[in-house]
Nanobody
Framework: QVQLVESGGGLVQPGGSLRLSCTAS????????MHWYRQGPEKQRELFAN???????YYLDSVKGRFTLSRDNAKNTMYLQMNDLKPEDTAVYYC?????????WGQGTQVTVSS
């Protein structure tokens, strides 16, 4: 089976940190550009970070300096370290890649930032 599975979401106070994981099966993430999207309440799904197959990363300005992507090819997992979380970061977070010219999505993990 070809699958992406996110984990690590939860409830955190403003200024806190979380680390999300995205583990792949059926594909080797080292061969793909991997993406992170999020979708807040009543909002469109938003691309906010990429990690390319060579390890180069991209971040949307709203998360740059607070979020960091990394990849462990041996574990076939990418990680999203989120620091200094803000209420506006509240969303369902999804990992994604393009597989056979189609989007492959994880199930999503909820991140809630609230006092």
């Amino acid at each position: 089976q070809v699958q992406l599975v996110e984990s690590g979401g939860g409830l955190v106070q403003p200024g806190g940190s979380l680390r999300l994981s995205c583990t792949a099966s059926g594909i080797n993430i080292s061969e793909y550009t991997m993406h992170w999207y999020r979708q807040g309440p009543e909002k469109q799904r938003e691309l906010f970070a990429n990690i390319f197959s060579d390890g180069v990363t991209y971040y949307l300005d709203s998360v740059k300096g607070r979020f960091t992507l990394s990849r462990d090819n041996a574990k076939n997992t990418m990680y999203l370290q989120m620091n200094d979380l803000k209420p506006e970061d509240t969303a369902v977070y999804y990992c994604n890649t393009v597989w056979r010219a189609s989007d492959l999505w994880g199930q999503g993990t909820q991140v809630t930032v609230s006092s």
